[in-house]
């Protein structure tokens, strides 16, 4: 009788041990291993323009499954992702358009913003199309806007994601410079424009790092990551003037892979 309760209590132990080896112990190893729950708001540069492989559901927003949240959450597992980052997003739009996911249980969230607000997309036209004094003096003017305006912009945003998911821990990823000087593109903007045009992304990654330190959020810097993979680099990761042009100066698949994934995974 001792002998068949001893067996009985082993059996169940080894059970129990097969068990949690193998479907049950699988599925609690996953349930404790799952990542936090994930938002990834923000611009262009967040949603993937550029970078191929839209999500037809997001329309306009052009999310992309080879952007960096996309690319981050297959690969880390978690336990929810919204990802509401939209081409053209200004700080308005995040602020009225995006933070709906965002609740007391968010882990993380990943957002780039301000470039926009900058008037990125015209400075570029103007650049393009126009004499190199006017495009050297649209970028004054937007550094201007970046250093005096942008500021208690991007302070509403993160309040208002701290507000909503206080316990999150948040990344702010900036812009990588565009150009590589005095390399091997023979036509196009002059120089002056060029590191006119760079000199602006160093701007507003120095605005935005400060406001996101003031605020406790992380800053994701991606100048190091692409630096030799700007355009005119002969290994760009950033896409020139193409078509359709909403793609033009944004990074490619490999800029997204290779230039912001690893530094938001880092910060992260």
């Known amino acids: 009788m001792k002998l068949s309760r001893l067996t009985a209590t082993m059996g169940a132990f080894v059970v129990g041990a097969v068990l949690a080896l193998t479907g049950a112990g699988s599925a609690q190893a996953t349930e404790n291993s799952a990542g936090p ?23 306009n927003c052009k999310r992309s499954t080879k952007a960096y949240p996309a690319l ?23 602020l009225n358009n995006q933070l709906g996911p965002l609740n ?3 882990g993380l969230v990943s957002i780039s913003i301000g470039g926009n607000d900058a008037g990125f997309a015209d400075i570029m036209m103007t650049c393009v199309l126009q004499s190199e004094s006017t495009c050297v003096n649209a ?8 250093q005096n305006t942008l500021p208690g912009k991007l302070d509403q945003v993160y309040n208002a ?15 990588p ?30 605005v ?7 605020h406790g959020f992380s800053f994701g810097d991606v100048t190091a990551t692409f630096t030799g993979h700007e355009i005119c680099s002969g290994s760009a990761w950033l896409n020139s003037v193409t078509i359709p042009i909403d793609e033009s100066y944004h990074p490619t698949a490999a800029g997204q892979s290779g230039g912001y994934l690893p530094v938001f995974s880092s910060a992260a």
Do not use: M, Q
């Open 37 to 59: 729950a994930y938002v990834a708001l923000g611009d262009s540069y967040s949603s993937g323009v550029g970078a191929g492989g839209y999500d037809g559901a997001s329309g």
């Open 72 to 94: 981050w959450a297959a690969s880390h597992a978690p336990s929810s992702f919204n990802f509401t980052a939209c081409s053209g997003a200004k700080t308005g739009d995040v």
């Open 104 to 106: 007391s249980g968010t």
């Open 139 to 146: 970028v004054n003017s937007a550094k201007n806007f970046v």
């Open 161 to 175: 994601i701290s507000a909503k998911a206080p316990s999150a821990h948040v990344v702010v990823l900036g812009y």
């Open 177 to 206: 410079r565009f150009y590589k000087l005095s390399g091997s593109c023979v036509v196009g903007l002059s120089e002056a424009e060029r590191a006119a045009i760079n000199g602006g992304a160093d701007v507003l990654n120095s």
């Open 208 to 214: 935005t790092a400060k406001r996101a330190a003031d």
